[in-house]
């Protein structure tokens, strides 16, 4: 076996069989390459975000004006992680044109446009590259290699979710992803 062959074979966060391009609203957590605290820091349980958080925020914004069948639930930018919600809308509503009612599971290698796990490695890369410019720190990483998706079942579950992102940098001590920063 090839010790390069264990990067190929790695073991995917996503729920198997599952259309990550269909209608619905997904909890999503990104988090720093070693929690990093990149973005800024909580001052008075307040966020403020320095010049690549205000990237990283700059870009999240820009997810639905490149993508017309998405929309931005609530989102926060914490100093070593993103929380956010993302829908997207049925195409068929909107007259966007969707392809035929298949099953489309994205296979590594495979991306499927306009699907969860297509929308955040753009996300990423497009923050990745202005951060290391910025840094002047070409390939080096920026992000966690996976990231945190829930798929969110009903009304119930999504006004949790959202009030538990807009609370979070009230809560930042007790964060699981809280660390000092260094």
Not at 117 to 126: D, E, F
Request: some cysteine.
């Amino acid at each position: 076996m090839n010790s390069n062959s264990s990067k190929f074979n790695r073991k995917s966060t996503r729920l198997p069989d599952y259309d990550y391009s269909q209608a619905g609203a997904y909890f999503i957590t990104i988090c720093t390459y070693k929690f990093q605290h990149l973005f800024g820091k909580i001052d008075n349980e307040e966020m403020g975000l320095n010049k690549y958080g205000e990237i990283a925020q700059s870009e999240w914004l820009k997810t639905p004006k490149i993508r017309q069948n998405i929309e931005l639930g609530e989102f926060v930018i914490m100093p070593n992680h993103l929380h956010g919600i993302i829908i997207i809308k049925d195409q068929s509503r909107t007259g966007t044109v969707h392809r035929a009612h298949t099953h489309a599971i994205e296979k590594f290698g495979q991306p499927i446009s306009g699907s969860i796990p297509t929308i955040i490695r753009s996300y990423k890369a497009t923050v990745t590259k202005q951060i290391n410019i910025l840094r002047n720190t070409f390939e080096t990483s920026v992000w966690h290699r996976n990231f945190y998706e829930h798929v969110i079942c009903n009304e119930k579950e999504y006004e949790k979710i959202a009030t538990y992102i807009i609370n979070i940098p009230l809560k930042w001590y007790l964060d699981r992803f809280y660390s000092s920063s260094i």
